[in-house]
Structure formats: structure tokens, C-alpha cells
């Protein structure tokens, strides 16, 4: 690909990325509640989740995906139900302090259960699907090797869309001291399911082009 081509790709993912979406929120909320290193196990599933799209993009497997009849639109409300079911899920959490000396604190999940948590809001996410089928390929000089094409691609976009995760992470951590308080992490609480619902019930109106 040209240099003008790649610099054009890095500046649409830089602003694709670091628009919040449910991938960041999930970010921040996980830094918030176990710090910005343990949110790094939660980066990874969602990059995962992502690689996984953006190798299907790849092999032509999301383009079939999006040719069969019915199969976004079961996607596209399945991703609807986890958004929505992780905002109630947030909106409901407890006002728990974050102290650490506090003997109130719930336990914190396993390595397993945080990852999994990371993948399954990036791969359930349609407009992930709609960015590997559809943005990603336009990148892409079809009368040049496509290995090649593919792979400086995806490490650009690992860069950046990793950067914007530690961003994100360390605001949130910054965040954390402010919701020693158990009124004002409710409040958080609140507004993170708020949006979380809110993402998911704009996903309603995802539509391939």
C-alpha cells in the first residue's frame, strides 16, 4: 500500500478507536473496579475478539457472514441483549467502597473470567463486524500481495487501538479515587449501565451498507 494510504487508515482508526464505544467503557468500568493493571487482562480479550473479526475480514469469512440471509440480524440482537443485560447488571452492582483495607469488598473474578468478559463485549459488538467487513477491506490494494497489506494493518491498528485502552485504563483508575464514597460509585454504577443500554439499543439501528 502507498503511504498516503496507510496514514489515511491510521487517522480513521485513531478516531474510530478512541470514540467511547462499549469496548472502552468496559475498559474504564474494569479499571475502576481492579485497577488499571488487572484491566489489561480485559484489553486482551477484546483485542482477541477483534483479531478474530479482522482474520475473518480477511479470509472473506465476514463478508459470507454478511451475504447470509437472517445472520447479522441474529447477531446484531444478540449483541443488543449482553449490552443491555450488562448495563442492568451495572446499573443494579452494589455501592461498594473501593478501599482496599475494606472487608466489604465482593471477590474479585478470576484472570478467565475477566478476559472472557473483555471478548465477548468486543465480538458480540455488530459494528465491530460492519468495521472488519467493511472499512477494514477498503485498505486494502487488491493488484498487490494481500499478506503483507494485511499484517501492517493489524499491527497499526493494535498500536493504536492499545494505546487508546491505557488511556482509557489509567483515566479510570484516576476515576477510582473519587468513588471511595459509596453514593457517588452508585452514581457511576448508574450512569455506566445507562450507557452500556444506551450502546446497545443504538446498535438497533446497525445496518450493513
Known amino acids: 500500500m502507498t503511504l498516503h494510504t496507510w496514514w489515511l487508515f491510521v487517522a480513521a482508526v485513531f478516531v474510530v478507536s478512541g470514540t467511547p464505544g462499549p469496548n472502552m467503557l468496559?475498559?474504564?468500568s474494569r479499571s475502576v473496579e481492579m485497577g488499571a493493571r488487572r484491566s489489561t487482562v480485559a484489553m486482551a480479550g477484546c483485542l482477541c475478539a477483534i483479531f478474530l473479526l479482522m482474520?475473518?475480514?480477511?479470509?472473506?469469512?465476514?463478508?459470507l457472514l454478511l451475504a447470509l440471509p437472517g445472520s447479522f440480524e441474529v447477531?446484531?440482537?444478540?449483541?443488543?441483549?449482553?449490552?443491555?443485560?450488562l448495563g442492568v447488571k451495572s446499573w443494579r452492582s452494589p455501592a461498594a467502597p473501593l478501599d482496599p483495607t475494606s472487608a466489604e469488598l465482593p471477590p474479585?473474578?478470576?484472570?478467565g473470567a475477566v478476559f472472557r468478559g473483555g471478548f465477548?463485549?468486543?465480538i458480540s459488538n455488530p459494528k465491530a463486524i460492519l468495521f472488519a467487513a467493511a472499512f477494514f477491506p477498503q485498505?486494502?490494494?487488491?493488484?498487490?500481495?494481500?499478506?503483507?497489506?494485511?499484517?501492517i494493518l493489524f499491527a497499526t491498528f493494535t498500536v493504536i487501538e492499545t494505546g487508546?485502552?491505557?488511556?482509557?485504563?489509567?483515566?479510570?483508575?484516576?476515576?477510582?479515587?473519587?468513588?471511595?464514597?459509596?453514593?457517588?460509585?452508585?452514581?457511576?454504577n448508574r450512569v455506566t449501565g445507562v450507557f452500556f443500554i444506551g450502546f446497545g439499543l443504538a446498535l438497533l439501528k446497525a445496518r450493513p451498507n
Request: aromatic residues 14%; charged residues 10%.
Open 55 to 63: 482474520g475473518s475480514s480477511a479470509a472473506g469469512l465476514t463478508t
Open 139 to 151: 485498505f486494502i490494494d487488491p493488484t498487490l500481495p494481500k499478506a503483507p497489506q494485511f499484517a
Open 75 to 85: 447477531l446484531r440482537y444478540a449483541g443488543v441483549a449482553y449490552l443491555v443485560y
Open 164 to 188: 487508546w485502552y491505557c488511556a482509557y485504563a489509567l483515566g479510570g483508575r484516576s476515576l477510582a479515587t473519587y468513588l471511595t464514597r459509596p453514593a457517588i460509585k452508585q452514581a457511576f
Open 120 to 122: 465477548a463485549i468486543a
Open 26 to 28: 468496559h475498559v474504564l
Open 108 to 111: 474479585a473474578p478470576s484472570t
